[in-house]
């Protein structure tokens, strides 16, 4: 018996042995899976892909599951003195005062009761403190070990429910 080869296969949708459709392409071309859907081995997946708030992972020891959406950090900003050199969901910046810094969210949060944590980069004895967080915007306000309010570095990590 030799070897079949197809070259192409043209189909609009897969369905199970129950014949209901597990995966489905419309005229477009694109493709949707629906139901209980699995692959086992590598998926390769290539383009831009949207995952849904509902999205789980399973944690490293695979004990537990949590949802991808809510684990992600949500903006992010390293800044020297008042200018975002990198950043993620920032949309700029207010030189508010001497190491007074207001930083406002290109996406905003749904509640102010996100959390950020800040540190500051220029010395071992200062920090960087988080304040002020709202829906579009938050401060932060970096001083040196004595307390004073000084322009330094800092890097700041922002989480919490996007509006």
Not at 40 to 60: C, E, F, P, Q, R
Not at 112 to 119: R, T
Request: with cysteine.
């Amino acid at each position: 018996m030799s070897d079949i080869k197809v070259a192409e296969i043209k189909t609009d949708a897969i369905k199970n042995q129950a014949g209901t459709s597990a995966i489905a392409i419309d005229n477009s071309g694109n493709t949707s899976v629906s139901g209980n859907t699995s692959v086992s081995g590598t998926l390769a997946v290539t383009g831009v892909h949207t995952i849904g708030n509902n999205a789980i992972y399973t944690s490293d020891g695979s004990a537990v599951t949590q949802n991808l959406v809510q684990g992600v950090l949500k903006a992010w900003v390293h800044a020297h003195e008042h200018s975002a050199d990198d950043s993620f969901n920032i949309a700029g910046s207010t030189d508010t005062s001497t190491g007074d810094y207001t930083f406002t969210y290109i996406n905003g949060f749904s509640s102010p009761s996100n959390c950020g944590a800040s540190s500051n980069q220029s010395t071992r004895n200062g920090r960087g403190l988080f304040i002020g967080p709202s829906t579009a915007s938050f401060r932060i306000n970096p001083a040196n070990s004595s307390g004073t309010s000084t322009d330094y570095n800092t890097s700041t990590i922002i989480a919490g429910d996007l509006a």
